[in-house]
């Protein structure tokens, strides 16, 4: 590749893209649809106290190994944000490990079923330093030095306290998981920023089709769940990877709804503040791939799962209220506008 992805257009990244899934054989959108989530699920009290518990262990995580590791950096600011995420990883990857284990191999769990925990903290930090030079401004700077590092294997060499920490958190990621692995793991990311990109590069005076923003939402979902799984279980087989990947990735779209309002003030598209994506249909793509998870990575469906449990109850009950209250609020735009051309025209005639 001899052209930067930074100075290629939205179509020229989009070719980029369809090459990079393509060689990891990662597909373009969900094939699974679902109405119903075929495991046994526990009560939404049980869920809560469950949740409790689980926000008080992700909580100390975040103290632990995150919170005092960033503590001096004068741009801390930028993780309140992010502060969510870093539970979300924490709890997901957690519960999704463990009962891997029990059904792989009951006896490997508690020896392989907790991982690093200090991995797994530099990972996050690492992704949202990046994922802040994407969405915030004022970080947007420092975009071009990560790209040159992540197409390119360029060296960070910056003294700047932001590359410093991000430059900390990935040469511990590379001296704890080798060389090859590491390797691996950097191909996925390329499929995040060039995705990324992608989202940046938008024309807005051009609308995105549905399967285009199907392909880049499930790139930059997708990514980050299955490259994070990777690192800490790089065993996964390949109809494995391609589960955590169309779950993540729909998992992108609830996501997107949380920041409808800001993509659309800094003209990026997304299924749903595009009006390509109604909640019941996001709700059948989401219980299909828990489905698909479950099955082809050998979940025991009789075995509730946390993290999947709070999740579903989630996408049951607070995305509709944000979603709905955009459709409202855009139908109300829309009638003012009619309203207004409606008095001009009058006064024109």
């Given amino acids: 590749m001899e052209k930067s992805p930074m100075e290629m257009d939205y179509y020229e990244l989009d070719t980029l893209l369809d090459s990079f899934l393509k060689a990891e054989d990662l597909p373009s959108s969900v094939e699974y649809s679902s109405d119903a989530i075929n495991y046994h699920r526990y009560?939404?009290?049980?869920?809560?106290?469950?949740?409790?518990?689980?926000?008080?262990?992700?909580?100390?995580?975040?103290?632990?190994?995150?919170?005092?590791?960033?503590?001096?950096?004068?741009?801390?600011?930028?993780?309140?944000?992010?502060?969510l995420y870093f539970y979300i990883l924490k709890i997901g990857f957690a519960d999704f490990i463990t009962h891997y284990f029990l059904t792989k191999n009951p006896i490997l769990v508690d020896i392989r079923g907790k991982f690093d925990d200090k991995l797994l903290a530099n990972y996050v930090i690492a992704a949202m330093l990046y994922d802040a030079s994407c969405d915030d401004v004022s970080?947007?700077?420092y975009l071009r030095e990560f790209?040159?590092?992540?197409?390119?294997?360029?060296?960070?060499k910056s003294s700047d306290e932001y590359l410093t920490l991000f430059k900390e958190s990935i040469d511990y990621i590379k001296s704890a998981v080798g060389k090859k692995r590491f390797d691996k793991f950097m191909n996925y990311i390329k499929i995040e920023h060039i995705s990324q990109l992608m989202s940046i590069y938008q024309l807005s005076d051009k609308l995105v089709s549905r399967d285009n923003l199907f392909k880049?939402?499930?790139a930059k979902g997708g990514i980050t769940g299955l490259a994070g799984m990777y690192m800490i279980l790089p065993d996964l087989n390949k109809k494995e990877r391609k589960a955590i990947y169309e779950f993540a990735g729909v998992c992108?779209?609830?996501?997107d709804i949380y920041d409808i309002y800001?993509?659309?003030?800094?003209?990026?598209?997304?299924?749903?503040?595009?009006?390509?994506?109604?909640?019941?249909?996001?709700?059948?793509l989401y219980f299909g791939t828990i489905n698909n998870l479950i099955k082809k990575c050998n979940l025991?469906?009789?075995?509730?799962?946390?993290?999947?449990?709070?999740?579903?109850?989630?996408?049951?009950?607070?995305?509709?209220r944000r979603y709905n209250r955009f459709i409202e609020r855009k139908f109300s735009q829309i009638q003012k506008k009619e309203s207004y051309s409606h008095v001009e025209m009058k006064i024109v005639h």
């Fill in 139 to 141: 970080c947007r700077k």
């Fill in 147 to 156: 790209n040159d590092f992540i197409m390119f294997n360029k060296a960070i």
């Fill in 252 to 255: 992108q779209i609830f996501e």
């Fill in 43 to 83: 009560s939404k009290y049980r869920i809560v106290i469950k949740a409790l518990f689980r926000i008080i262990e992700a909580d100390l995580f975040y103290r632990t190994y995150i919170k005092r590791k960033i503590s001096s950096f004068k741009k801390a600011g930028i993780f309140k944000s992010f502060r």
């Fill in 300 to 320: 025991n469906p009789n075995r509730p799962n946390v993290t999947l449990d709070i999740a579903c109850w989630l996408a049951e009950l607070l995305p509709g």
């Fill in 262 to 284: 800001e993509d659309l003030e800094n003209g990026i598209q997304t299924l749903p503040n595009q009006k390509l994506i109604n909640l019941q249909n996001l709700k059948q």
């Fill in 216 to 218: 880049v939402t499930l």
